[in-house]
């Protein structure tokens, strides 16, 4: 058997405006190396603490509108309890979105490519009005 | 010191109604090459957008009714701002569960077994009415 | 190259008070092989069901105190659907908190630390009144 491999790189994403985004190609082509490994698993980790990553349907842009809409209700903007406002009404409800959908992902990789299911895709998150450019560190290990 | 070792299985689960099923069991006897890890972990990934997968406790059935009334109050049929809606009223929502829930789970493995805590069992969330088989990759990696 | 390293350390907290607090440097602090680690992951779980781990905003202390506001919210005491309420009012909501945090996190390491973002920082998420002491189990594997 040979011995397992690592791969690190990192992806710079453009600005994205606020919602809920696809980036599996950005994934794939940040990390060429994915078609060496036969069996592997590729972790996303982003570096930011008001957007996040998730795994959701790929095909109707529909349900990313959704998730936005959802996502505030779930952490709106300008609770009368919230007391770190400081920094925007967007602020607050990014960071609690970032924590309920959380900061990576660990993605099984078969015969040289993401296991992932025929609707799946990976999501960015962006939660803020402003967000800038978000910085993701992928780590690949496989055989 | 010895090398790591992977092994991979598919574990197809039978349909299971709409809600929270505890799966612990079924993933083991899944993956029989648990007892030869001493130390490693085991990735679980389900590969829907409408079924997730999270730990939580194993004894008392009631928690895992809560959660389904829980999960309908914090993703509700039929939100007014839905606009994915083709697919059924439990569509959209089962979504928005899965990602909150998300898809994949990272557990630690020493002496052979799941390192989880006494009361820590693995839950399938079955989100739609009629999901169908879900299918399941697991991957284990360790020494 | 290499070969990929294993280490694994219990880290028994102490009690905290119900609410989101930083362990950060408790989490280092029990893993003292992440400087011989130049690319891997380390994985941090709670072997326990009303406490939960995310990352998030490691600065203000006020964004702790908005997610214990919120996370109270998103999973109130006494909910008329509750059937599990034999262990306390706060039980059921600590067991929903646990999973939309979710019991662990993988967070990549390079050149001997880990590779968060400047403002990220873990968090111990206490959902009980009295939780006690919390069991942690760390994982590291790298080269």
Known sequence: MSE???YSHELRLPEYR????LITREVEQSMPELR??????LNVFIQHTSASLTINEN???DVRRDFESHFNKLAPENAPYYTHTA??????P?????????PSLMIPVRD??????TWQGIYLCEHRNHGGRRKLL???QGQ
Not at 36 to 41: A, F, P, Q, S, V
Not at 87 to 92: A, I
Not at 112 to 117: E, K, P, S, T, V
């Open 4 to 6: 397992s491999q690592w």
């Open 138 to 140: 992928l780590t690949l």
């Open 112 to 117: 040289g490519r993401l296991a992932m299911g």
């Open 59 to 61: 095909a109707d842009s």
């Open 94 to 102: 990014a960071h609690l979105k970032a924590s309920l959908l959380g």
């Open 87 to 92: 920094e925007g009404s967007d602020d607050m």
């Open 36 to 41: 060496l490994i036969k069996i592997g698993w």
């Open 18 to 21: 606020r919602g809920f985004h």
